[in-house]
């Protein structure tokens, strides 16, 4: 009996074993891939999907390309706060910028502008190296209860019109506002290969100039490269639209970074420095922690309509030795 | 002999098993916060082994599974008699049995999928939650294509792959499990260095596998056609969520090269009709999921049209469709510039889903019967006799 059942058993489990899905390479024919479109619908299809690619920011999620999305992201915040970022091409006739700023501004539950007002809207931004808008719209969307803020921008291209949006958690979206802009200046088209290297892409890392001594890393949240200096101090490279934010802010933000109080206006000037470099005037900050330990050196240079923000920071006596090779980089990157 | 079977019939090694067993559940549950929920299922629970650095250090959930499945039932073939008396103590413990050998025969041999259609749209196949594969078409028959799929398991040992199907070989040169491509290179991103294709400038920056959830990892891999003689035909990069629809032209025939969302292929086809989304008026509280479906067989004539809502799944061929996602609404359809409704099934084929219904009824009928036989046994000696 025990035999018998023992001998049952193992047919049973040599049977389960042989059914267990081995992983092998598979050649099947299938019937061609024929996907009814509706009329109305303007997909492009996988075969007309126009070649596009970006540079994602560091904390976003790349979530399958979907739908009618070439490009599919999440991002998440605090206390389950997200975002959703989309890329999503429409050929044909689709409307003007204008004309779909009532339906954006619908979505956030904002009411309608005149077509005058609607042209006033938004600030440049440069997608692929074309001129566009970014708005920037806030509200609380019909049938909810907390506010959104979208963030959208269009381009025209070859007949298509490309919508680049984020859309989510008011707070959200409007504190990673710079990398959605860095993220709209990293598209690039295929056909863009031999576009010009100084457009606003990050660049290869093999076209910074480099320091001795340094070495790049991975670039941080909203940081065009981050390079190593000396072993002790960090090197950070940041470039955002206008002034972002202004000096005060940023020199007082800094200023917290190394455990310093704020300073007005009034102070600003006895702490900055200005300095020449090959690509236009530097401006310089330097402040060191009260213990004398930890020490910052800030450069910022203003590149046509945007703000270039370069940081050394560190320990102090490798800040020291490094400072000179820091401002020269700031003056000269690459 | 004698002693392995004494082993195996005994009690003590069940106490032992299933003492195991709830570390293995401790543990595998444990560790899902380093490992993710399928790693640390494919770790844990479907192997023989749970291994360390390459050793064994633990039994995994298939060892401690058949071990108790044949315990159970060579200490039933021992001890247990064929007696009216012992029927329901045999019923009993058959129903265990099938339970456990239908849950290995669930992980063993269920998938599950999830197919995406906007109204309109017709489609005979799923694509996998987690698996990806490379795919290789020719499409050049006007009637249908020939697919060489190959799985991302055998991309990631690295292997020359070749198929009498394709009249080249597949070098992998490179794989990444989870990536990110980038158009311009940060210091820990490489550069693909594909000679072909779409992604051919492309860098490629290397992340971890995606553990929680919500997301899923998106591998790339650089490959290399070769031919016969070994000569290069060029190098692509691929990778999964990326429609880059590169073609290889050998020999003058062209192949579709990418890297997908593994595909299971149906003998039938399903066509979204209608996709309803309501919701409580005034809130976001989603009232009722309806998708009005039609499916087709390829081999018959018969079509049959039912509508797939909460907890009403459509059972077809050996798959389940269960409404898992829609985006139907107004304001979705407006936040996604798309303007038609779409709905997503999971699919799930389950050949042994009917094994535990059948294990139930057997305890339960076992249990009553068992319990019964006792009952009535004592209600016949309480009986005073009459003298």
């Not at chain 2, 039938?268 to 209608?274: G, H």
């Amino acid at each position: 009996m025990l035999r018998s059942a023992s001998g049952g058993f193992a047919a049973v489990l040599g049977l389960l074993a042989s059914g267990c899905q081995r992983e092998e390479v598979r050649v099947y024919r299938v019937p061609k891939e024929q996907i009814a479109v509706a009329p109305t619908a303007n997909a492009p299809s996988a075969e007309s999907a126009p070649k596009i690619g970006w540079q994602v920011p560091d904390g976003w999620q790349v979530k399958p390309a979907d739908g009618m999305r070439l490009g599919s992201f999440g991002v998440k915040g605090a206390d389950g706060a997200t975002a959703d970022v989309s890329v999503i091409p429409l050929p044909g006739e689709v409307g003007s910028i204008d004309s779909n700023i009532n339906r954006w501004r619908g979505q956030v539950g904002l009411s309608a502008v005149s077509e005058e007002e609607a042209a006033k809207l938004g600030e440049p931004v440069s997608i692929a190296g074309v001129d566009s808008r970014l708005l920037d719209f806030s509200g609380t969307p019909p049938g909810k209860s907390k506010a959104e803020r979208m963030l959208v921008a269009t381009l025209e291209r070859g007949g298509t019109k490309w919508f680049f949006k984020m859309q989510g958690d008011d707070a959200l979206v409007a504190t990673r506002r710079n990398e959605f802009i860095v993220f709209l200046k990293s598209v690039r088209f295929q056909d863009d290969a031999a576009a010009p290297a100084e457009a606003a892409a990050p660049a290869a890392s093999s076209s910074w100039k480099i320091p001795a001594g340094w070495s790049e890393i991975a670039p941080g949240p909203m940081q065009q490269a981050k390079f190593t200096a000396g072993g002790k101090a960090e090197v950070t490279i940041s470039i955002f639209p206008g002034q972002a934010g202004g000096l005060l802010m940023n020199v007082n933000r800094w200023r917290g970074q190394v455990g310093l109080g704020a300073v007005d206006e009034s102070d600003l000037a006895n702490l900055i420095q200005q300095a020449d470099s090959p690509s236009g005037k530097l401006t310089v900050v330097d402040m060191k922690s009260d213990d004398g330990a930890k020490r910052l050196v800030a450069a910022i240079a203003t590149r046509g309509s945007e703000s270039w923000y370069f940081k050394l920071l560190g320990d102090a006596a490798t800040v020291e030795k490094e400072r000179a090779a820091f401002v020269k980089f700031s003056g000269d990157p690459r | 002999m004698k002693r392995i079977t004494s082993i195996l019939t005994s009690l003590r090694l069940t106490i032992v098993l299933l003492g195991l067993s709830t570390i293995l559940v401790f543990i595998g549950t444990i560790a899902q916060a380093n490992y993710g929920l399928y790693d640390a299922q494919d770790k844990f629970f479907k192997s023989f082994f749970v291994l360390w650095n390459g050793v064994p250090v633990f039994p995994g959930g298939y060892l401690l599974g058949w071990l108790l499945v044949i315990n159970l039932v060579a200490a039933q073939a021992k001890r247990t008699e064929l007696t009216k008396k012992k029927a329901g103590l045999i019923m009993i413990h058959t129903g265990i049995v099938l339970m456990l050998v239908g849950q290995l025969a669930t992980d063993m041999v269920s998938t599950e999928s999830q197919m995406q259609l906007f109204e309109g749209d017709t489609k005979n196949f799923s694509e996998d939650f987690r698996a990806n594969e490379l795919a290789i078409i020719d499409a050049s028959d006007p009637k249908d294509d020939q697919v060489v799929a190959v799985p991302e398991s055998i991309l990631a040992t690295k292997k020359d792959i070749s198929t009498p199907a394709l009249p080249f070989s597949i070098r992998v040169k490179e794989y990444w499990a989870n990536a990110d491509l980038l158009r311009s290179g940060f210091s820990n991103a490489v550069p693909a260095n594909a000679t072909e294709g779409f992604l051919k400038n492309a860098f490629v920056l290397s992340k971890p596998t995606a553990k929680d959830m919500e997301s899923r990892s998106l591998p790339a891999a650089l490959i290399e056609l070769t031919d016969k003689a070994g000569k290069s035909l060029g190098s692509w990069l691929v990778a999964a969520g990326i429609r880059s629809d590169d073609v290889a032209k050998i020999d003058g025939k062209d192949y579709r090269l990418s890297l997908r969302f593994t595909r299971h292929y149906k003998d039938f086809e399903l066509s979204l009709l209608k996709a309803t989304h309501e919701k409580y008026r005034g809130t976001d509280i989603p009232k009722n999921f309806a998708s009005r479906v039609r499916v087709k067989m390829n081999s018959s004539p018969e079509v049959r049209e039912t509508i797939i809502y909460m907890n009403n799944p459509l059972r077809w061929a050996g798959y389940t469709f269960f409404q898992y996602q829609m985006a139907a609404d107004e304001l979705a359809l407006r936040q996604m510039n798309m303007d038609r409704a779409s709905s997503t099934f999971q699919v799930v084929k389950n050949p042994s889903w009917v094994t535990p219904y059948i294990a139930c009824v057997l305890v339960g009928v076992g249990l009553c019967w068992q319990f019964g036989f006792h009952l009535f046994g004592f209600l016949r000696r309480r009986k005073p006799s009459v003298a």
